[in-house]
């Protein structure tokens, strides 16, 4: 049976949010165990690797506090520069670890979007698995959102890209094996970098209703 890996990248410092914003408040949670709780509502999630600078006390005390064991913490030596190097090092530790096999996959999703419905992450578990595509991806109204998945024979792409290039290099590599799923839930386009970011998700939240 094959396996679903989710590689969250978290490792950056919130310049123009102005504060740590994996740790805000949204809804009674930390805006990284809003994500987490997510994630973690699909059977199909083997293991969750979140990448986090080591100087990054409260993120980590937070991490160390969440209770599922499908979730691994990753703190390299030294700081990831970029979200790509950050993917690298998590496929990495998941190659070490895993084991991973050509028909297991991986999730990449960064760690600023809280937004995200279990049932909105759920349903787009069911289309990997019924895709035969090497690569899927969610459009709302023709923009791409996350999370991208991808199988994981395409894991050593990531490592073999030019240094100036990111990571939408390996879904722009080859159109013929991207899948489009196209979707109307808009908080799949939602990143939180601004506090006029963190103002549209309370109001998006509240709009919602979540009963936790």
Request: charge should be negative; include cysteine; aromatic fraction near 6%.
């Given at each position: ?7 969250i990248p978290a490792?950056g410092?919130s ?14 949670k930390?805006v990284?165990?809003r994500l987490?709780?997510a994630l973690l ?5 083997h ?9 990054d006390?409260?993120l980590l ?5 969440y ?5 691994t913490?990753?703190t390299p ?7 790509r ?7 990495a530790a998941?190659d ?9 996959s991986w ?9 995200i419905?279990?049932?909105t ?10 895709s ?6 969610p459009?709302?109204h023709?923009?791409?959102?996350h ?5 994981w ?7 073999n890209?030019p240094?100036?290039?990111?990571l ?7 159109p013929?094996?991207?899948?489009e799923?196209?979707?109307d839930a808009?908080?799949l386009?939602?990143d939180l ?8 998700a ?6 919602r209703g979540?009963?936790?």
């Amino acid at each position: 049976m094959s396996r679903l890996f989710v590689v969250i990248p978290a490792a950056g410092h919130s310049r123009r949010m102005g504060e740590p914003k994996l740790l805000i408040d949204l809804g009674g949670k930390p805006v990284i165990v809003r994500l987490l709780d997510a994630l973690l509502s699909s059977s199909d999630v083997h293991r969750i690797v979140v990448v986090v600078r080591r100087s990054d006390e409260g993120l980590l005390e937070i991490l160390e506090e969440y209770s599922d064991d499908r979730v691994t913490v990753l703190t390299p030596e030294f700081d990831p520069p970029e979200m790509r190097d950050s993917v690298e090092l998590a496929l990495a530790a998941l190659d070490l670890r895993e084991d991973p096999r050509p028909d297991d996959s991986w999730a990449l999703i960064p760690a600023d979007h809280p937004l995200i419905a279990a049932e909105t992450f759920q349903a787009l578990c069911r289309s990997w698995k019924e895709s035969s595509a090497e690569i899927l991806k969610p459009s709302i109204h023709q923009q791409g959102g996350h999370p991208t998945f991808f199988r994981w024979s395409l894991a050593d792409e990531v490592s073999n890209l030019p240094a100036d290039q990111g990571l939408n290099a390996v879904v722009r590599a080859d159109p013929e094996r991207v899948e489009e799923r196209i979707s109307d839930a808009e908080e799949l386009l939602f990143d939180l970098d601004t506090p006029e970011d963190l103002d549209r998700a309370r109001q998006w939240w509240s709009r919602r209703g979540s009963p936790d």
